[in-house]
């Protein structure tokens, strides 16, 4: 009897054993799954943390180049927007002194240049003048038949200008005519005129 008794323990022994066994394989088996899912969360945890960071960087580096082509951009404008405020204002200052030319000691050989161009630009045989009263003056005491003369046309005053200093001649069939008054041509001359004036002002060689 006591030898019964004796292998139903064993066998209960070894069956917890062996269930013990099993439980602590299993539990291992376990424990290595979850680390190895631990690890390929933190593997990927890591990835994406790192992606992060460089799509942070990228935006920074984005930013950081648009800000400075803005900064750039801005400053030229403001730099572009003083220039043409400079250059504007230079401008004024000479449209407002034209008047000043005509008391030039040779402003008569201008006055006869203005008219002398002006029909050379109309290319007419007849032409009818309007000039200012002191280039209007100039140019009937001498310049007006010299020319005529020398172009071998007919060139006739036949007004005074309400607007301008100079002359604006009108063909005889009135489907021509030609502003060369002073502040025309200044306004001819100013888009050609406005890099070398600006660089006169800072100081450079025109």
Same mark, same amino acid.
């Given at each position: 009897m006591?030898? +019964?008794v004796q292998d139903i323990e064993m066998l209960e022994r070894a069956i917890l054993t062996e269930a013990r066994d099993e439980a602590e394989q @299993? +539990? =291992? &088996? =376990? &424990? !290595?799954k979850a680390e190895a899912i631990r690890k390929r969360a933190q593997e990927q945890a890591e990835q994406e943390r790192n992606a @992060? *960071? !460089?799509r942070a960087r990228e935006d920074v580096e984005r930013l950081r180049g648009q800000a400075i082509a803005t900064a750039q951009l801005k400053a030229r404008s403001q730099e572009l927007e003083k220039r !043409?405020?400079?250059l504007n204002r230079v401008f004024k200052t000479v449209r407002e002194k034209l008047s000043e030319v005509q008391n #030039?000691?040779?402003y008569d050989q201008i006055a006869a240049l203005l008219l002398r161009e002006a029909l050379v630009q109309l290319r007419v045989n007849k032409a009818q003048i +309007? =000039?200012?009263k002191t280039t209007q003056s100039i140019l009937e005491k001498k310049a007006l038949k010299e020319i005529s003369k020398e172009l071998n046309g007919e060139y006739t005053l036949v007004g005074t200008l309400e607007e301008g200093l100079g002359v604006v001649l009108e063909a005889a069939d009135g489907k021509?005519?030609?502003d060369n008054t002073l502040e025309t041509r200044l306004d001819r001359l100013e888009g050609? *005129? #406005?890099a070398a004036v600006y660089r006169v002002l800072i100081g450079e060689k025109p």
């Amino acid at each position: 009897m006591n030898t +019964k008794v004796q292998d139903i323990e064993m066998l209960e022994r070894a069956i917890l054993t062996e269930a013990r066994d099993e439980a602590e394989q @299993i +539990k =291992a &088996q =376990a &424990q !290595e799954k979850a680390e190895a899912i631990r690890k390929r969360a933190q593997e990927q945890a890591e990835q994406e943390r790192n992606a @992060i *960071l !460089e799509r942070a960087r990228e935006d920074v580096e984005r930013l950081r180049g648009q800000a400075i082509a803005t900064a750039q951009l801005k400053a030229r404008s403001q730099e572009l927007e003083k220039r !043409e405020d400079l250059l504007n204002r230079v401008f004024k200052t000479v449209r407002e002194k034209l008047s000043e030319v005509q008391n #030039r000691p040779d402003y008569d050989q201008i006055a006869a240049l203005l008219l002398r161009e002006a029909l050379v630009q109309l290319r007419v045989n007849k032409a009818q003048i +309007k =000039a200012d009263k002191t280039t209007q003056s100039i140019l009937e005491k001498k310049a007006l038949k010299e020319i005529s003369k020398e172009l071998n046309g007919e060139y006739t005053l036949v007004g005074t200008l309400e607007e301008g200093l100079g002359v604006v001649l009108e063909a005889a069939d009135g489907k021509l005519n030609y502003d060369n008054t002073l502040e025309t041509r200044l306004d001819r001359l100013e888009g050609t *005129l #406005r890099a070398a004036v600006y660089r006169v002002l800072i100081g450079e060689k025109p």
